[in-house]
C-alpha cells in the first residue's frame, strides 16, 4: 500500500459521498423514498431502477476501498463510472423535465470528474 496524498483521500469521501447518494435513488426507485418534482412528491415503484441503482452502490463502496488503497486501477475505474453515473442523471433530468431530484449526485459527480483529472491526483496513482 502506498501512502495515500490528500488528494487522494478527498476523493474516496467523494466517491462514499455518492455511493450514499446511490443509496437515496435505490430507495426511491422501491418507493421508499419520494421524488420531488418541482412542489410534487410522487411515490414510484421500479424494480429494474432499484437493481440498477444498488449495483451503483455496491461499486462505489468498492471504489473507495480501491481509491483508500491507491490501486492504480481505481484512477481509470472512477472515471469510467463518474462519467456513466454523469450520463444516468442526465437521463434522469431529461426524463422529468426537472432536475431538482438529482442535483446533488450530478454535481457530486461532476466533482468529482473534475477532482480525478487533476494532475496532482493523476499523479498520485502514476497515470500522468
Known sequence: MKKRPFGVTVLAILAGL???LAGVHALQ???IIPFALGPFEIHAF??????MWALMVWVWVWLVQMLWNVE???WVFLAVI???NLILDFT???GQGDWSDVNV????????L???MLPGVKKAFNTA
Open 18 to 20: 455518492a455511493a450514499v
Open 29 to 31: 426507485a422501491l418507493g
Open 46 to 51: 421500479s424494480f429494474w431502477s432499484f437493481l
Open 72 to 74: 492504480k486501477e481505481a
Open 82 to 84: 463518474t462519467t456513466f
Open 92 to 94: 434522469v433530468m431529461l
Open 105 to 112: 449526485s450530478f454535481i457530486v459527480n461532476a466533482l468529482i
Open 114 to 116: 473534475i477532482y480525478a
